[in-house]
């Protein structure tokens, strides 16, 4: 290659120096930091989607151990339970087309005990703030100590909402031979296409 050749190309890389990068390299490089920009916001969102899933979860999982925790401590306290009972018209609560799957007798000389059963049922909400199937208790009002109020009147409330539509959200089973009683509780989660489960035994 001649010497006039090689200070030709020495110009001109000079030259592209000086001027910097084309129009073509700017466009290219604008197109390569949104595209990595736009897989950093989907990696981010990903993320916190997962995030509040994951919360969710821990939040629901949460309260489906206090309310069997609370029903564990209301059998302790009661004088005997019946799954499955059919409904009277002695329950201080009506049904109002919920299905009753645990009854709790009270035991008539402890003087925490207002009314002599407590009843959890499952069926359609009261409104339409819960989600899905209840699980409603009918039963004496507890005080702000914890302790269920003497001589209270009973309420019928709901204790955890967004129970799957199919089936029953909280069984209750006793083993024949045992007389251990199966509790269980499930939830529908991510829109009803998964489940969250929670039991206990008492």
Request: hydrophobic fraction near 40%; include cysteine.
């Amino acid at each position: 290659m001649s010497l006039r050749v090689k200070s030709m190309f020495k110009r001109l890389s000079e030259t592209r120096a000086e001027n910097g990068f084309t129009l073509i390299e700017l466009l290219l490089s604008l197109s390569l930091g949104s595209l990595l920009f736009v897989v950093l916001l989907q990696l981010i969102g990903a993320d916190l989607r997962l995030g509040n899933t994951m919360a969710s979860r821990l939040r629901e999982s949460a309260q489906q151990r206090q309310t069997l925790e609370l029903i564990r401590a209301e059998l302790a306290m009661g004088s005997g339970w019946t799954v499955d009972p059919t409904p009277s018209h002695q329950w201080s609560c009506g049904m109002a087309g919920r299905q009753p799957v645990l009854a709790i007798g009270l035991d008539g000389n402890d003087s925490r005990a207002s009314a002599q059963t407590i009843i959890y049922s499952v069926g359609a909400a009261p409104s339409a703030i819960w989600r899905g199937q209840v699980l409603m208790r009918c039963g004496p009002a507890y005080g702000l100590d914890g302790v269920i109020r003497p001589g209270g009147k009973a309420q019928n409330r709901v204790l955890i909402d967004g129970l799957p539509k199919e089936g029953l959200g909280f069984q209750a089973r006793q083993d024949p031979q045992s007389k251990v009683l199966h509790l269980a509780l499930e939830q529908a989660v991510n829109g009803g296409s998964g489940r969250l489960r929670s039991a206990a035994v008492f």
